[in-house]
């Protein structure tokens, strides 16, 4: 008789003696025989490494050999979510170095930025005082700057004086004094200040603006244009009790509590709520596209949803802009809600020939242009690829409901054939650091974030005044 | 042990070794993915949790002290288990572990009734979804011990048997 054992091997009912620890050869090879599949998933793994490198490598615009141009050294001087965002962005354009990072939350973000640098074999002197890195690190060229707003001005002025370029983000300040002496610092350093709408060097803005809207106006004569942000509803930003920042650290830097410090953007003072974190990057593109800054806005907004003591800034705000564009007048009007994500966000121009929609999102909106019926034919754009061919709207053929005389036709969608294989500021800093070298003009400088800051910053006070307020044209520039 | 008596003809040890080892392939995958990428967080993954336990993995993606934990649990943990599947070393520990893991993602967006989930999926589920199929596929392993089948678990439970074995003959040899 034979029996089996749990190998299906056969063995002689009358077990053979065997020496403690002693394994049979064979069983021994058939326990290794899966060894080999982790040198094939090594293998399989390194391919896959090289090609997401060369994947990336393609991404980055290599118009000129980069190797050949020294490094730009470059700080980051606030390591928070947007600093983040930045670096990763950073990361991916060829001809920097990241030598320094600046964040007063040492315990956490410091730490764990430097630790990323380092697994991209850079290593990056960390700092939590911005002045002892400027005095200590002397090759710095330049200084990306993404720390609260009420911080912006004196990080951005000190960095301008201390000889480096700023890409600073949005917006400029909270306060419109301090935006001007942003401005007035770049002009008397001659240092470059970029601000962070990066919009302004996105590829399918600029094609939109260039190519649509100037050389070929597929739009006509602009009227109306409409932007809004909905954002679904967040929970305040926590923090790991253990790493919290002491509080005698917290006061030095301006900040009553750990709360306020995570959570700034809702403060009075500190930042300018969802209508300046969101809105900001929208009515720049109104600005831009209009070709002018606005002459009134209307505004109504509160906080209505959240907790007043914790969101002293109104979490949802709708603005009314009235603009004397070089075409006309015209009339803008935007809204953010941050208690709803439904239809995201996007912009849309509308002229007597077409309307443009377009979003910096890929995942929606990211670009259509609808031809009004009594508009010129499109096909000489569509020949030269300015857009795409027309989708033509449909009625439904089984539709019994005869169309209402008042009701004009549906006009054909056409997409913009542009799109961003990037992370959304890349392209921005790209032009930052381009223009550092020379090689480009800056897509945002001072004077255009202080318009917008002028544009937007208004829109609160409207809100408190509770009625229509005017922009004097001086308002806009900052005087010399 | 009464699982040493089951009969498993070669085809069929070739074929639990296979799943074991295409499974372990996936988390292995799936760990060191996240490992190389910098700032990788499971917080996106687990906010747009829906189903009943959804207000759990919210809470776990809004608990920054919690989040790390989840963050690195996660990350070496299925490059652990993936190593551990594909050469077959305690597979009923490694296993298990994966059929807990991937039941916690199951649950992060059960296709019940009447949920859907939150993003595209390339396919169309009902209660049973690929991490289901996946965690049921690693029940298989576990309870067939398939890591004794071409795998390091034979060796392992080779000395453990023998020494079983012994001591059993040496109780025996006593006993006479």
């Known amino acids: 008789m034979k029996q089996s054992d749990s190998n299906g091997e056969t063995e002689s009912a009358t077990p053979r003696p065997i020496k403690e620890g002693k394994i049979e050869r064979r069983e021994v090879l058939q326990g290794l025989s899966s060894l080999p599949t982790l040198g094939l998933f090594g293998y399989s793994l390194c391919r896959q490494a090289a090609y997401e490198d060369a994947q990336d490598r393609q991404r980055q615009p290599t118009s000129e050999p980069t190797a050949r141009r020294p490094a730009i050294q470059v700080a980051l001087l606030g390591a928070g979510a947007q600093g983040e965002v930045l670096l990763n962005s950073m990361l991916r354009i060829p001809g920097l170095y990241v030598r320094a990072v600046c964040d007063i939350w040492t315990e956490y973000n410091l730490k764990r930025t430097v630790n990323t640098l380092k697994k991209y074999k850079i290593e990056a002197n960390g700092y939590e005082d911005y002045r002892e890195m400027l005095e200590r690190e002397k090759d710095l060229e330049a200084v990306v700057v993404a720390t609260p707003d009420f911080w912006h001005a004196r990080h951005t002025i000190d960095c301008l004086r201390a000889g480096k370029h700023v890409y600073c983000e949005k917006e400029m300040s909270n306060s419109l004094e301090d935006a001007g002496q942003m401005v007035l610092a770049a002009r008397e350093t001659g240092r470059l200040l970029q601000i962070g709408h990066q919009r302004r060097s996105h590829p399918r803005y600029q094609h939109c603006y260039r190519k649509l809207l100037r050389e070929a106006n597929l739009l006509g004569r602009i009227v109306t244009a409409y932007g809004q942000w909905n954002r679904s509803v967040k929970p305040d930003q926590g923090w790991p009790k253990r790493y919290a920042i002491p509080e005698e650290r917290l006061k030095q830097y301006g900040y009553p509590s750990m709360a306020h410090f995570r959570n700034w953007r809702w403060y009075k003072g500190m930042g300018g709520g969802p209508i300046v974190d969101l809105g900001s990057h929208q009515i720049d593109i109104f600005n831009w596209f209009l070709g002018s800054p606005p002459d009134y806005v209307t505004a109504s907004g509160g906080t209505d949803y959240y907790d007043p003591k914790t969101h002293e800034w109104y979490d949802t705000v709708m603005a009314i802009y009235e603009y004397s564009t070089p075409a006309g007048k015209a009339r803008a009007y935007y809204q953010t809600q941050t208690t709803n994500g439904s239809q995201g966000y996007f912009e849309t121009f509308m002229g007597d020939q077409g309307t443009l929609v377009l979003s910096e999102s890929e995942a929606a909106y990211s670009g259509a242009i609808y031809r009004e019926v009594s508009a010129p034919a499109w096909d000489e754009w569509v020949r030269r690829g300015y857009i795409t061919g027309p989708k033509v709207q449909t009625v439904r053929q089984d539709s019994q409901i005869p169309l209402d005389v008042r009701e004009s036709v549906s006009p054909d969608e056409h997409r913009i054939p542009v799109h961003l294989t990037v992370p959304y500021h890349q392209s921005h800093l790209e032009n930052f650091f381009q223009s550092i070298r020379g090689e480009a003009r800056l897509n945002c400088p001072a004077e255009t974030g202080y318009e917008t800051a002028v544009t937007v910053l208004k829109v609160n006070e409207a809100v408190e005044a509770h009625r229509r307020l005017s922009f004097r044209p001086g308002d806009f520039r900052v005087p010399s | ?176």
């Not at chain 2, 992060?108 to 169309?124: D, I, K, Q, R, T």
């Not at chain 2, 890591?147 to 040496?170: M, P, V």
């Open chain 2, 1 to 176: 042990m009464k699982s040493e008596t089951v009969l498993f003809s070669p085809i069929q040890k070739m074929a639990l070794a296979l799943l074991r080892i295409t499974i372990g392939w996936h988390f292995l995958y799936e760990g060191v993915v996240k490992i190389r990428k910098p700032g990788w967080s499971a917080a996106g993954f687990l906010l747009q949790a829906r189903g009943p336990a959804a207000d759990i993995y919210h809470w776990m993606a809004e608990n920054p002290d919690f989040l790390n934990v989840i963050n690195e649990w996660n990350k070496w943990g299925l490059t652990l288990i993936g190593l551990g599947l594909m050469v077959g070393c305690l597979t009923r520990l490694t296993g298990s572990a994966g059929i807990i893991l991937l039941m916690l993602y199951y649950l992060c967006n059960p296709p019940f009734v009447g949920y859907f989930y939150s993003l595209p999926a390339e396919g169309s589920y009902l209660i049973v979804n690929k991490n289901l199929v996946e965690a049921t596929a690693l029940l298989v392993v576990v309870v067939t011990r398939a890591g004794r089948f071409f795998g390091l678990d034979l060796i392992l439970s080779g000395r453990s048997r023998r020494s079983d074995s012994n001591k059993q003959q040496a109780i025996a040899a006593v006993g006479e």
